[in-house]
T-cell receptor, first 114, second 110 residues
Framework: EPEVTQTPSHQVTQMGQEVILRCVPI?????FYWYRQILGQKVEFLVS????????KSEIFDDQFSVERPDGSNFTLKIRSTKLEDSAMYFC????????????FGEGSWLTVV | SQQGEEDPQALSIQEGENATMNCSYK?????LQWYRQNSGRGLVHLIL?????REKHSGRLRVTLDTSKKSSSLLITASRAADTASYFC??????????FGRGTSLIVHP
C-alpha cells in the first residue's frame, strides 16, 4: 500500500538553528499537510498546501515556518530559528481527490530542540 | 471549533472484550475520521464516515455517527493485545482539514 514517508525520523538541534523536515507524499496526491504533536498533547494542524501554494495555515504556523515543494515528489517544512517549544513530533500527510477525503499520515519526525 | 473530544481519556480492558470510545464535536462537519496511534508512531487511518452516513464497518471496527447529537463512537469487537494504542477522532468541515481531539488511550490486557 502506498505510504507517506518522512525523514529524518529523529533530529536533535540546537536552539536557534534551522531545521528542514522532509516528506514524500503518496504519488498522485494533490493536497499536503503538516501537523505537529507535542509530547503528551493532541495533534495540531500547521498548514495545508495545494497547487504549489499554502491553502490554509494555523496560528502556530508563524513567520519562522515555511513549506516548499521543491520538486515533483518532496514536500518540506522549514523551521528557520528553532525554539525549545518547537520540540515535537511533526507529521506530514497527503490526500488525493479520489481518496474520499481520507488523509494519510507519515510516521513522523521527532524534533528535539536543546 | 470542530474539534472532536474523545471519551473516555483512558480505557483498560481484557483481551476478548469490546472497547467503545466516543467522540463529541461542536460544529457541523463534512466527515469524521478515526485514527490509531501506537506510542511514538504515526497516525494510522481506520475509518472515514461522512456526515450523511450513520454507520460503517471495517473488520472488527464499527463506527457510528449521530449528527443530531454531534457525536460518534468507535467500537472494537473482540479486542486483542495488539489493539493497545491511542485512538483519535478527527472532524473535517468545508476545508476538509481534520481537527483532532486529545484521544483515548486503550490498553488491552492479554
Amino acid at each position: 500500500e502506498p505510504e507517506v514517508t518522512q525523514t529524518p525520523s529523529h533530529q536533535v538541534t540546537q536552539m536557534g538553528q534551522e531545521v528542514i523536515l522532509r516528506c514524500v507524499p503518496i504519488s498522485n496526491h494533490l493536497y499536503f499537510y503538516w501537523y505537529r504533536q507535542i509530547l503528551g498533547q493532541k495533534v495540531e494542524f500547521l498548514v495545508s498546501f495545494y497547487n504549489n501554494e499554502i491553502s490554509e495555515k494555523s496560528e502556530i504556523f508563524d513567520d519562522q515556518f515555511s513549506v516548499e515543494r521543491p520538486d515533483g515528489s518532496n514536500f518540506t517544512l522549514k523551521i528557520r530559528s528553532t525554539k525549545l517549544e518547537d520540540s515535537a513530533m511533526y507529521f506530514c500527510a497527503s490526500r488525493g481527490q479520489s481518496s474520499g477525503n481520507t488523509i494519510y499520515f507519515g510516521e513522523g519526525s521527532w524534533l528535539t530542540v536543546v | 471549533s470542530q474539534q472532536g473530544e474523545e471519551d473516555p481519556q483512558a480505557l483498560s480492558i481484557q483481551e476478548g472484550e469490546n472497547a467503545t470510545m466516543n467522540c463529541s464535536y461542536k460544529t457541523s462537519i463534512n466527515n469524521l475520521q478515526w485514527y490509531r496511534q501506537n506510542s511514538g508512531r504515526g497516525l494510522v487511518h481506520l475509518i472515514l464516515i461522512r456526515s450523511n452516513e450513520r454507520e460503517k464497518h471495517s473488520g472488527r471496527l464499527r463506527v457510528t455517527l449521530d449528527t443530531s447529537k454531534k457525536s460518534s463512537s468507535l467500537l472494537i469487537t473482540a479486542s486483542r493485545a495488539a489493539d493497545t494504542a491511542s485512538y483519535f477522532c478527527a472532524t473535517s468541515g468545508g476545508s476538509y482539514i481534520p481537527t483532532f481531539g486529545r484521544g483515548t488511550s486503550l490498553i488491552v490486557h492479554p
